[in-house]
Nanobody, 124 residues
Framework: QLLEYGGGLVQAGGALRLSCAAS????????MGWFRQAPGKEREFVAA????????LLSDSVKDRFTISRGNAKNTMYLQMNSLKPEDTAIYYC???????????????????WGQGTQVTVSS
Protein backbone atom coordinates (compact mmCIF):
# COMPACT_ATOMS: atom_id res chain seq x y z
CA GLN A 1 0.00 0.00 0.00
CA LEU A 2 1.39 3.38 -1.07
CA LEU A 3 0.57 6.60 0.72
CA GLU A 4 1.33 10.13 -0.48
CA TYR A 5 1.47 13.16 1.75
CA GLY A 6 2.80 16.70 1.73
CA GLY A 7 0.35 18.30 -0.66
CA GLY A 8 -1.36 21.59 0.05
CA LEU A 9 -2.00 25.14 -1.08
CA VAL A 10 0.96 27.28 -2.09
CA GLN A 11 1.44 30.54 -3.95
CA ALA A 12 3.06 30.61 -7.36
CA GLY A 13 6.82 30.53 -7.01
CA GLY A 14 6.64 28.54 -3.82
CA ALA A 15 7.78 25.01 -3.03
CA LEU A 16 6.40 21.76 -1.67
CA ARG A 17 7.88 18.37 -0.98
CA LEU A 18 5.71 15.34 -1.55
CA SER A 19 6.48 12.07 0.16
CA CYS A 20 5.50 8.55 -0.77
CA ALA A 21 5.67 5.86 1.84
CA ALA A 22 4.89 2.17 1.86
CA SER A 23 3.73 0.12 4.75
CA UNK A 24 4.82 -3.45 5.03
CA UNK A 25 7.05 -3.39 2.00
CA UNK A 26 10.23 -1.90 0.68
CA UNK A 27 10.25 0.37 -2.37
CA UNK A 28 13.91 -0.06 -3.21
CA UNK A 29 13.19 -3.04 -5.42
CA UNK A 30 10.74 -1.16 -7.61
CA UNK A 31 11.07 1.51 -10.23
CA MET A 32 8.96 4.32 -8.83
CA GLY A 33 7.15 7.21 -10.40
CA TRP A 34 5.06 10.31 -9.80
CA PHE A 35 2.05 11.17 -11.92
CA ARG A 36 -0.51 13.92 -11.69
CA GLN A 37 -4.03 14.52 -12.89
CA ALA A 38 -5.74 17.87 -13.17
CA PRO A 39 -9.55 18.18 -13.43
CA GLY A 40 -10.75 17.24 -16.88
CA LYS A 41 -7.32 16.09 -18.00
CA GLU A 42 -5.63 12.75 -18.44
CA ARG A 43 -3.13 11.38 -15.96
CA GLU A 44 0.27 12.86 -16.76
CA PHE A 45 3.78 11.59 -16.12
CA VAL A 46 5.88 13.77 -13.84
CA ALA A 47 8.97 11.84 -12.77
CA ALA A 48 10.44 8.38 -12.33
CA UNK A 49 13.43 6.96 -10.50
CA UNK A 50 15.41 3.76 -10.90
CA UNK A 51 15.68 1.10 -8.27
CA UNK A 52 19.05 2.32 -7.12
CA UNK A 53 18.09 5.97 -7.30
CA UNK A 54 21.02 6.73 -9.59
CA UNK A 55 18.88 7.44 -12.63
CA UNK A 56 15.90 9.76 -12.86
CA LEU A 57 13.49 10.74 -15.59
CA LEU A 58 11.45 13.95 -15.56
CA SER A 59 8.89 15.42 -17.89
CA ASP A 60 9.90 18.46 -19.90
CA SER A 61 7.38 20.60 -18.05
CA VAL A 62 9.01 20.03 -14.66
CA LYS A 63 12.61 19.00 -15.28
CA ASP A 64 14.13 22.35 -14.30
CA ARG A 65 11.96 22.69 -11.19
CA PHE A 66 11.22 19.26 -9.69
CA THR A 67 13.52 16.61 -8.25
CA ILE A 68 12.68 13.00 -7.53
CA SER A 69 14.68 11.08 -4.95
CA ARG A 70 14.63 8.11 -2.64
CA GLY A 71 14.91 8.37 1.09
CA ASN A 72 17.47 6.63 3.25
CA ALA A 73 14.68 4.44 4.51
CA LYS A 74 13.92 1.82 1.90
CA ASN A 75 10.21 2.52 1.92
CA THR A 76 10.18 6.24 1.05
CA MET A 77 10.37 8.40 -2.03
CA TYR A 78 10.14 12.15 -2.51
CA LEU A 79 9.21 14.77 -5.07
CA GLN A 80 10.71 18.17 -4.38
CA MET A 81 8.75 20.80 -6.28
CA ASN A 82 10.22 24.29 -6.62
CA SER A 83 9.09 27.37 -8.52
CA LEU A 84 5.55 26.07 -8.60
CA LYS A 85 3.14 27.38 -11.21
CA PRO A 86 -0.66 27.43 -11.28
CA GLU A 87 -0.54 24.83 -14.06
CA ASP A 88 1.08 22.41 -11.59
CA THR A 89 -2.25 22.23 -9.76
CA ALA A 90 -3.38 18.59 -9.74
CA ILE A 91 -3.73 15.48 -7.67
CA TYR A 92 -0.30 13.86 -7.43
CA TYR A 93 0.05 10.10 -7.27
CA CYS A 94 3.04 7.90 -6.52
CA UNK A 95 3.25 4.59 -8.27
CA UNK A 96 5.44 1.49 -8.43
CA UNK A 97 6.32 -0.73 -11.36
CA UNK A 98 6.16 -4.49 -10.91
CA UNK A 99 9.32 -6.06 -9.53
CA UNK A 100 10.15 -7.76 -12.83
CA UNK A 101 10.78 -4.44 -14.58
CA UNK A 102 13.88 -2.31 -14.04
CA UNK A 103 13.34 0.47 -16.55
CA UNK A 104 11.74 3.83 -15.80
CA UNK A 105 8.86 4.62 -18.10
CA UNK A 106 6.47 7.52 -18.64
CA UNK A 107 3.33 5.49 -19.31
CA UNK A 108 1.02 5.10 -16.35
CA UNK A 109 -0.15 1.67 -17.55
CA UNK A 110 3.33 0.33 -16.77
CA UNK A 111 2.80 0.94 -13.04
CA UNK A 112 0.62 -1.42 -11.07
CA UNK A 113 0.65 -0.06 -7.51
CA TRP A 114 -0.81 3.36 -6.75
CA GLY A 115 -1.42 5.61 -3.81
CA GLN A 116 -4.67 7.49 -3.26
CA GLY A 117 -3.16 10.82 -4.29
CA THR A 118 -2.48 14.14 -2.62
CA GLN A 119 -3.85 17.48 -3.79
CA VAL A 120 -1.47 20.24 -4.81
CA THR A 121 -2.98 23.64 -5.48
CA VAL A 122 -0.90 26.57 -6.70
CA SER A 123 -2.53 29.98 -6.55
CA SER A 124 -1.57 32.80 -8.87
Amino acid sequence: QLLEYGGGLVQAGGALRLSCAASGRTLSNNVMGWFRQAPGKEREFVAAISRSGDSTLLSDSVKDRFTISRGNAKNTMYLQMNSLKPEDTAIYYCAARPLAYDRSTTNFVDYDSWGQGTQVTVSS
